[in-house]
T-cell receptor, first 115, second 110 residues
Framework: DAGVIQSPRHEVTEMGQEVTLRCKPISGHDYLFWYRQTMMRGLELLIYFNNNVPIDDSGMPEDRFSAKMPNASFSTLKIQPSEPRDSAVYFC?????????????FGPGTRLTVL | KQEVTQIPAALSVPEGENLVLNCSFTDSAIYNLQWFRQDPGKGLTSLLLIQSSQREQTSGRLNASLDKSSGRSTLYIAASQPGDSATYLCAANRDDKIIFGKGTRLHILP
């Protein structure tokens, strides 16, 4: 398996623009997680899905952020409109099942820079 | 609310030394504790996962221990090598949500 795939790897955009980050989880994994990593706050969970259904989005910072998982092999994280403080590395991760029994596998991340 | 703390934030040691990285968490009701490695500009690689019912896990030169009662975990690295230089993060997992520490940036001096 190719592991968790994220695209793009790098994104540079201007404030106010819409940004869409993409993730393909490992085949067969039922859980998908979106994280954000910054120097100040470290790694933070934004939202996670189980069987394509959003379970907990309490980590989503504001209404400008939205995430979807239309099918088991694809998820998007959208920021509209983007702001400079959204600059961070965004990671997607997947796991075989929940309940803490299985480890999470991380993608390489998308480095977002908002000018 | 779960908080995960890693001390020190950075560590430099000569090659060949054994070393211990520390992780503490405030809520002992966890499902598991996971240690990750992150290389600069890269994603996270899972190193060891300790279930709540376990006390330790070993993989090669790495050994992770878990003491839920005291809210502590340690990652022991034996015979350190320059290739071990990276940031090491611990993460406490409960209810499918992982809370990460901010990591220890490790530098092994050749």
């Amino acid at each position: 398996d190719a592991g968790v795939i994220q695209s793009p790897r790098h994104e540079v955009t201007e404030m106010g623009q819409e940004v869409t980050l993409r993730c393909k989880p490992i085949s067969g994994h039922d859980y998908l997680f979106w994280y954000r990593q910054t120097m100040m706050r470290g790694l933070e969970l934004l939202i996670y899905f189980n069987n394509n259904v959003p379970i907990d989005d309490s980590g989503m910072p504001e209404d400008r952020f939205s995430a979807k998982m239309p099918n088991a092999s694809f998820s998007t994280l959208k920021i509209q409109p983007s702001e400079p403080r959204d600059s961070a590395v965004y990671f997607c991760a997947s796991s075989l099942s929940g309940g803490g029994a299985n480890e999470q596998f991380f993608g390489p991340g998308t480095r977002l820079t908002v000018l | 609310k779960q908080e995960v703390t890693q001390i020190p934030a950075a560590l430099s040691v000569p090659e060949g030394e054994n070393l211990v990285l520390n992780c503490s968490f405030t809520d002992s009701a966890i499902y598991n504790l996971q240690w990750f490695r992150q290389d600069p500009g890269k994603g996270l690689t899972s190193l060891l996962l300790i279930q709540s019912s376990q006390r330790e896990q070993t993989s090669g030169r790495l050994n992770a221990s878990l003491d839920k009662s005291s809210g502590r975990s340690t990652l022991y690295i034996a015979a350190s090598q320059p290739g071990d230089s990276a940031t090491y993060l611990c993460a406490a997992n409960r209810d499918d949500k992982i809370i990460f520490g901010k990591g220890t940036r490790l530098h092994i001096l050749p």
